[in-house]
C-alpha cells in the first residue's frame, strides 16, 4: 500500500534521471517556476498548482485522490470515462481495483501538455541539430499545441474519476523519457546498417515484437528497405507530442538521415519522400508501453503493488 501522491513523486524523480536535460536546467525551469508564482496576486496565486514548484512534468500529475492508499492499479494508455466505467463494473464483480494510472494525460495534465514540448530543443540537439534551430521549431509549435488543446473538455475524466472515487494520476513524460533514452542507447549499441536491419533491431524489443499481433509493428514510412541508415535522429519519442514537418528540413541541413520516431504525421512523411529522408515509425502503442514497463519496474523494486494492464498497454517485466 502506498498514497497515490508518494508513488506519483516516486515516477517524478526517476522521470527527471531519464530526462534529456541536465538536472541543473531542470532545476532551473523549477526556480523560474517559483518566481513567477512568487509574483502572482488573486486568484491566481489561489488556484496556482503549486505541485509545478516541485514536479517540472505539467503532463504527470495526480488527478484525483492523492491522499488515498492504493494496492491494485488499473493502468493504460487512454484511461477515460470508459476505462473508469469498465473499473467499476470490475469491482462491482469483486475486483478491488483502487487506483487507476493513465499515460496520456488527462484534465490539467493535458491542458498543460504544451510545456512539456521545451523538452524536444534538448533533444534535437542531442540528435545533431543546432539549438538555434531547434528552438525556433519547437517553440511556434508548442504555442499552436497551447490553443488547439485550450477548447477541450479538461474537467470530463478528473469529475468522472471524483464521482466513482477512484484515485487518477497521468505519468506521460515520465515514462516517455524512459522509452526516449533506451530506443536511443539500444540503436547506438547495435548499430543497424540498412532500414530492414533496423526494424529487425527494434523487433528484439519485446513490447514491439507484441505488435506484431496487431499491425502496428514498426515501419518504414519513407524509404526502401535497402537505404542505408546513415546518421539516425530519435526524435518524437518524449516531449509532449509531434513536431511538423519543419523537422524535415532541420535534418537534412544537420545531415541527420534516419528519422527514428514513436509516430510521424502525413506532412513529414510527405515532406521526407521530397527531401529523401528516412523514417521509421516505430509504432504508437508499443513505445508508450515500453516507456512504462521500465518504470514500472522501478516501481516494483520498491513498492508491493499489484499491476492490470489495459487499453493498449503491454506488461512486460525486465530483469
Ligand atoms: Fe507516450
Ligand atoms: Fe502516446
Redesign the pocket.
Known sequence: MVKLKELHGFAVQEGIKEDPRSEEQIEKELDRRKEEYEKLEGVKKELYDEGRLENPFDDSKVIYGGDQEVEKIALGIDMEVQELLLIDRLNEKGKDIDGVIT?HPEGRAMANLYNVMGIQVDVLSEGGIPVSQAEALVKPRADEVKKSIHPANHPRVPRTAEILDIPLMSL?TV??NHAYSYIKEHLSEEEPDTLENLIETMLEIPEYRWSLRYGMEPQIHSGKDENRVGEIGVFGFTGGTDLGDEVIEKMVNSGIDTLVA?HATKDQIEKAEEENINIITAGHMP??SL?INLLLDKVKERFDLEFLAMSGFKRVKRE
Open positions: 499515460h506521460h515514462t516517455d514513436m513505445s508508450d516507456g
